[in-house]
């Protein structure tokens, strides 16, 4: 039985950090790629960061780079994600997706079969 499990989220001032956590579970594949996003109230979800095969390929959203950082313990099949320096448009529903094999373009959604429930970031003062 697949299962993901999200937690990091909460409030914070702009400025601040978080650090997300992606645990996942019941697959059986060599390699994963997992991605996380997030959708803003009124808008649609988007790619913001994923991370891919045994090399741990990275890919960034423009609008994170050099803020967010992900990053993974493989023996724990878990994916963080840093987020530093939080913005207000930062807030919203981050959600982490799990696809057993190496995605191309790992930051559209479509690719994925395996999403977790999401956990509110809130960056507000």
């Known amino acids: 039985q697949v299962q993901l499990v999200e937690s990091g989220g909460g409030l914070v001032q702009p400025g601040g950090s978080l650090r997300l956590s992606c645990t996942f579970s019941g697959f059986t594949a060599n390699y994963y790629t997992v991605g996380w996003f997030r959708q803003a109230p009124g808008k649609e979800r988007e790619g913001v960061s994923c991370?891919?095969?045994?090399?741990?390929?990275?890919s960034y959203a423009d609008s994170v780079k050099g803020r967010f950082t992900i990053s993974r313990d493989s023996a724990k099949n878990t994916v963080y994600m840093q987020m530093n320096t939080l913005k207000p448009e930062d807030t919203g529903v981050y959600y982490c997706?799990?696809?057993?094999?190496?995605?191309?373009?790992?930051?559209?959604?479509?690719?994925?079969?395996?999403w977790g429930q999401g956990t509110q970031v809130t960056v507000s003062s």
């Open positions: 991370i891919m095969g045994y090399a741990g390929r990275t």
């Open positions: 997706a799990v696809q057993p094999g190496i995605l191309g373009e790992c930051r559209l959604q479509r690719l994925y079969n395996y």
